[in-house]
């Protein structure tokens, strides 16, 4: 599956412009659900200097992107297209129900009940 992933209130607490302190199990868990083959993508309303903080948070983290705000890596929004991107699923804080932990994120999107505390 293509995973799209919110940032602020999703993998750490809102604090834009700032970045707020990971939520427990964020990181691992998407970790977790990339090494059984999905595709995560970062999409987020962050830009620039905003942006690049939270990409290289994730990176010193170990967490990598498919892309980031986009569909696929070296894809340049030049308004010629639509900047929504295409997912299979899209994590979000702003979600109608808001978000479940990441344990039980984890556990939906993998139909398994392994610990991952």
């Not at 939270?54 to 948070?57: K, P, W």
């Given at each position: 599956m293509v995973i799209a992933v919110d940032f602020d209130g999703t993998i750490v607490k809102h604090k834009y412009p700032a970045i707020g302190k990971e939520i427990p199990y964020a990181i691992k868990s998407l970790k977790l659900i990339q090494a059984r083959g999905h595709k995560?993508?970062?999409w987020t309303f962050r830009s620039g200097k905003e942006l690049d903080k939270?990409?290289?948070?994730c990176k010193r983290k170990g967490l990598f992107f498919h892309a980031v705000n986009n569909n696929f890596e070296g894809e340049e929004f030049d308004n010629t297209y639509s900047?929504?991107?295409y997912a299979d699923i899209y994590i979000?804080?702003?979600n109608i129900l808001g978000i479940p932990d990441w344990e039980e994120m984890y556990h939906l999107l993998t139909k398994t009940k392994e610990n991952i505390k």
């Open positions: 995560l993508i970062l939270a990409v290289d948070f900047r929504k991107i979000d804080d702003r």
